[in-house]
């Protein structure tokens, strides 16, 4: 066959043309997230580099920054660079918009489950043989009981924690909120550190020794079953607790600013993917995914489960009542 | 002395049990087992106790590094005084300037002119950057009469090639006057600088440096000032109605960087243009001394352009420095039904020597030693020399009282006003440099001044010797 001067110098010209328009983009985001999510995002970066390389032969490397759910929101707000945030609660996300106008209002209706790829609750861990008999939240206001719980000021997971007692005194007393702030006073009262996120109180009691009793997150108190082996904790279900729903989201003008937002979005999205639910249910988060809520049914337990919508009327009441200035816990807790 | 928590576990426990040992030894029986349950009991809660007090210091030692990091940086040192934001995006600087002077005049037969001590710049001073780019100047003057805002502008670096300034301050044009105050080598500036070229105005410029810092670029449009003056000093402004005046300079370095004998060699050009008419023509000019010595007539009034051109060059080498200009105003001027186009031109060539061996510069000069007698430290010492001068055109002084454009000559003394052509003034300094922020001058500054007419004498001899304090940061 022969081949014209004319093709072959297009040939030629696309050649070329092909290489250079296909040069691999060095792309890196930053994930703002609370205290916990350090394992579970470690290998979901990974597996989320991979496909995005896979899929688009470029190469994205993910920056993680972890602390408590509130202060992670207070530097985003203050100009630290997210391109996503993968918080603890809805509230701390809202305040992004409301304070730095980061992110549309409607942020949470953009993903699926609102905007939570995964759920979680708050479980009671405590030392192998139970010792001091903890069996549900009340034994946790007893005298002579030590609780390890971190600051609702700071982190999202105290804020769980801290409403899942409340909440649990409620159904309990019939519906006093009188009784039920004695009662968290009680828990709280027995309180000897009070750390600024999860991963700080998980030290205080898996490392340090410190306390009877750990409000943990669930996923937290089977990380610390499985990497300190069974011998040394065990966990408490009590009889009811709260559905946790961590969202995650966009920072729309940090990554149009960065010109991320199409890799940003594909990160978020891949959470909700069949890898991403795996990965999951492998570090203890409950997937949303009805396949894999089957598949991981076996390793959560069964815990009676009330929204924070239905006993507290949704976060923007709960943060006014409880945890802003002059709130119950305010009230409730002096500083040791 | 500190113990590790280990090490009080310890030593408790032992206690603790030596104690249960030796009270064990002489008890019944009957008491051991509960008597051990109670030491264990107390044993853990101590161990607790202890636990929750280590715990509870690592959460402090924690939030004090996080702290230390969100903390704003507080800086006290001889660059003066500042506070940034941990980021760094953020800064405020507090400098300041004080300049307390003395003058003493010599041989003069003027009665107006006296010696005095004064405080020529009085100026605190606030500069600052906003969100890494943006940079902010207030400059207040409080040696005159009443406070001058000298400075007040922003300027925008939103590259390092390209710039945006907006505000009150240098027009771009004489090499002397871009010097700081705190490093000129002489008590008061040259005819250039302080006579002829524009001080500060209110405008904007693009500006920046290219090629390597080799090259910097200025590009303004100002309000317009006549010569020698300053937007809000007591000499009135132009304005130029629908015009403004233009400004531009490049200024070149051209082997900066390359460690040769040229390293330290500058030169530029800068040129300025307004278009004005019939605005009473406000340029006047004074000695060294401070003494005016020529102005217009109240009548000649601007009748078009006003330009001025100023080649201008430095070169510095090791203590050895040396710095000169040149400058040409040109004023369409007019009075009455008689027009012309008058030139006033000056220029300076003033060199300087680092007797103690240090560097000298454009940025001025730090002292190797700083003064401190009991460590035989003698700061840096300096000596220059300048001759500048000044000449009017000749045409200012032509025609009958009634059609000349200078200001009519008063010549009931031999220290009149509007006699003089030409001024040629030599100076000599010698400066002590006692460190960074501290420094001694002394100027002595010997003018003559020719006459423009044949028929009055040369106005009478200036003779002064300014001595200077100057404390800058």
């Not at chain 1, 979680?120 to 719980?149: E, F, H, Y």
Request: charged letters at 25%; glycine letters at 8%.
């Amino acid at each position: 066959m022969k081949l014209s001067l004319s093709k072959l110098l297009i040939a030629g010209a696309f050649a070329l043309a092909v290489p250079l328009s296909a040069a691999a983009k060095d792309i890196t985001l930053l994930n703002v997230s609370y205290d916990p999510t350090r394992e579970l995002y470690t290998e979901f970066n990974k597996a989320f580099a991979a496909h995005w390389k896979a899929k688009t032969g470029d190469n994205v490397t993910i920056k993680q920054s972890h602390g408590g759910a509130g202060k992670q929101a207070r530097a985003v707000i203050d100009g630290l660079q997210a391109d996503v945030v993968t918080l603890a609660l809805a509230y701390d996300i809202d305040a992004i918009h409301e304070k730095a106008k980061l992110i549309p209002k409607d942020w949470q209706a953009r993903l699926p489950n609102n905007s939570a790829p995964y759920t979680s609750t708050i479980v009671l861990l405590v030392r192998k043989g139970n010792p001091k008999q903890i069996k549900d939240w009340d034994d946790l206001a007893k005298p002579g009981v030590s609780v390890i719980t971190p600051n609702p000021k700071t982190s999202g997971g105290a804020r769980w924690n801290y409403l899942a007692a409340w909440g649990y005194e409620l159904k309990r007393n019939g519906g006093d909120q009188k009784k039920a702030q004695e009662f968290v006073k009680k828990i709280y009262a027995n309180v000897p550190v009070l750390d600024s996120g999860a991963r700080g109180s998980t030290t205080t009691f898996v490392e340090r020794g410190i306390g009877d009793v750990f409000i943990s997150w669930e996923n937290e108190a089977f990380l610390a079953l499985k990497e300190l082996g069974p011998d040394k904790f065990e966990i408490v279900v009590p009889s009811v607790s709260i559905l946790a729903e961590p969202p995650v989201t966009l920072v729309d003008k940090v990554a149009d600013k960065r010109k991320t937002r199409a890799v940003a979005q594909a990160y978020l999205e891949y959470l909700y993917s069949d890898q991403g639910q795996e990965i999951a249910g492998k570090h203890y988060y409950r997937p949303t995914n009805p396949k894999y809520v089957e598949k991981y049914a076996k390793q959560f337990p069964k815990v009676n489960l009330f929204k924070i919508d239905d006993v507290f009327g949704g976060w923007q009441k709960a943060q006014k009542d409880h945890f802003s200035d002059g709130g119950t816990f305010d009230q409730i807790y002096t500083k040791k | 002395m500190t113990f590790k928590a280990t090490q009080i576990h310890g030593l408790i426990a032992a206690t603790l049990i030596g104690s249960g040992a030796l009270a064990f030894s002489g008890n019944a029986f009957a008491n051991d087992s509960s008597e051990l349950e109670a030491l264990r009991a107390l044993v853990q809660e101590l161990d607790q106790k202890i636990r929750v007090l280590d715990r509870k210091s690592e959460i402090a030692e924690e939030k004090a590094v996080t702290d230390k990091k969100a903390a704003p940086v507080i800086k006290a040192n001889s660059s003066g005084f500042s506070i940034e934001s941990a980021d760094k995006k953020h800064s405020l600087k507090l400098r300041g300037q004080l300049q307390a002077d003395a003058r003493h005049f010599f041989g003069d037969d003027n009665p107006d002119i006296n010696n005095e001590y004064l405080l020529r710049r009085v100026r605190p001073r606030f500069q600052g950057t906003l969100f890494s780019i943006f940079d902010f100047d207030i400059n207040t003057d409080f040696a005159p009469s009443s406070a001058v805002v000298q400075d007040a502008y922003v300027n925008a670096r939103f590259q390092p090639w390209f710039q945006v300034q907006g505000g009150k301050f240098k027009v771009p044009v004489s090499l002397e006057r871009i010097q700081s105050g705190n490093d000129i080598r002489f008590t008061e500036r040259s005819y250039v600088a302080d006579s002829i070229a524009p001080n500060r105005d209110v405008g904007f410029q693009i500006h920046g440096d290219v090629l390597d810092k080799k090259l910097n670029y200025a590009f303004g449009v100002f309000d317009g000032q006549f010569d020698g003056q300053s937007n809000g000093s007591n000499r009135d402004n132009t304005t130029n109605g629908n015009g403004k005046e233009f400004a531009a300079r490049v200024f070149a370095n051209p082997f900066k960087g390359d460690g040769n004998a040229l390293d330290g060699l500058g030169v530029g050009i800068s040129f300025t243009r307004a278009h004005s008419n019939d605005l009473a023509v406000g340029d006047s000019y004074r000695s060294p001394g401070q003494r005016g010595f020529f102005a217009y007539n109240a009548a000649t009034v601007t009748d078009g352009n006003k330009t001025r051109i100023s080649p201008q060059a430095y070169y510095y080498n090791g203590p050895f420095g040396v710095l000169g200009e040149y400058i040409r105003s040109s004023t369409d001027v007019s009075r009455g039904a008689r027009s012309a186009k008058l030139d006033n031109d000056a220029w300076q060539i003033a060199g300087s020597w680092v007797i103690t061996g240090e560097d000298n510069g454009f940025r001025g000069i730090t002292p190797k030693n700083d003064f401190d007698l009991a460590k035989g430290g003698w700061g840096a010492w300096e000596v220059a020399l300048r001759y500048h001068q000044l000449e009017i055109d000749s045409d200012a002084f032509e025609g009958a009282a009634g059609v000349r454009f200078a200001g009519a000559p008063n010549t009931t003394t031999n220290f009149g006003q509007n006699t003089t052509e030409k001024a040629q003034s030599w100076a000599a300094a010698l400066n002590w440099y006692l460190n960074k922020n501290v420094k001694f001058q002394a100027t002595y500054e010997q003018t003559n001044f020719d006459s423009a007419y044949a028929n009055i004498a040369d106005r009478e001899d200036e003779k002064v010797l300014f001595t200077r304090f100057q404390v800058a940061y």
